[in-house]
């Protein structure tokens, strides 16, 4: 069965620290790890992995997909009360379809 | 921002009572989804559809119904609403191209009194 696994499910820092938000996967028929974040309404974009070793960067945002071990860590730098959220992974199969898995979620709580 | 719109945004409706939520997109996207979000659940898949009047079933289909007359309506029915049905409805699309992600609407939340 396919499924995703995020970690911590929530964490709290203080401003200024730095975060590492974990996700594995198991899924067959891999074809994108997606990344988004959520405040009190919709998921938006953050990142699409679909290569392993290749960091994709956005300002204090970072991420990393290990295809080899089946998972993708999101850092996020000098944090700020902005990035509290939950940050989401999901896992986009093609087989036929294109289909996306989600974890459930990190909970960030960044307090001043 | 993906022009993808939902109706109604908030709804309280009585155990029993059939209630339909309707996902509108402006994208042509081949690919329309409809998730719900629990805490402590992430957001898990309900229906999904591949192409006008094609559907399938996702993780937690029960209970839920879809149906999808044109390429940009993407209907989803709760025949006869339960207090677990209770939650925040999102509808997605996407193209099914690999440089593509999937993009979501502002979301419906459903209370099921």
């Known amino acids: 069965e396919d499924k995703v696994v995020q970690s911590p499910l929530s964490l709290v820092v203080h401003e200024g620290d730095t975060v590492t938000l974990n996700c594995s996967y198991e899924v067959t028929n891999f074809r994108s790890l997606l990344w988004y974040k959520q405040e009190k309404k919709a998921p938006t974009f953050l990142f699409m992995l679909?290569?392993?070793?290749i960091e994709k960067k956005s300002g204090r945002l970072s991420s990393i997909l290990d295809k080899k071990e089946l998972f993708s860590i999101l850092n996020i730098t000098a944090t700020q009360t902005g990035d509290s959220a939950i940050y989401l992974c999901?896992?986009?199969?093609?087989?036929?379809?294109?289909?996306?898995?989600f974890g459930s979620g990190t909970k960030l709580n960044v307090k001043p | 921002d993906a022009g993808i719109t939902q109706s109604p945004r908030h709804k309280v409706t009585e155990t029993g009572t059939p209630v339909t939520l309707r996902c509108h997109q402006t994208e042509n996207h081949r690919y329309m989804y409809w998730y719900r979000q629990d805490p402590g659940h992430g957001l898990r898949l309900i229906h999904y559809s591949y192409g006008v009047k094609d559907t399938d079933k996702g993780e937690v289909s029960d209970g839920y119904s879809v149906s999808r007359s044109k390429t940009e309506d993407f209907l989803l029915t709760l025949e006869s609403a339960t207090s677990s049905q209770t939650s925040v409805y999102f509808c997605a699309i996407s193209d099914g191209t690999e440089k593509e992600t999937q993009y979501f609407g502002p979301g419906t939340r459903l209370l099921v009194l």
């Open positions: 679909t290569s392993s070793g």
């Open positions: 999901a896992v986009e199969l093609w087989d036929n379809f294109n289909k996306f898995y």
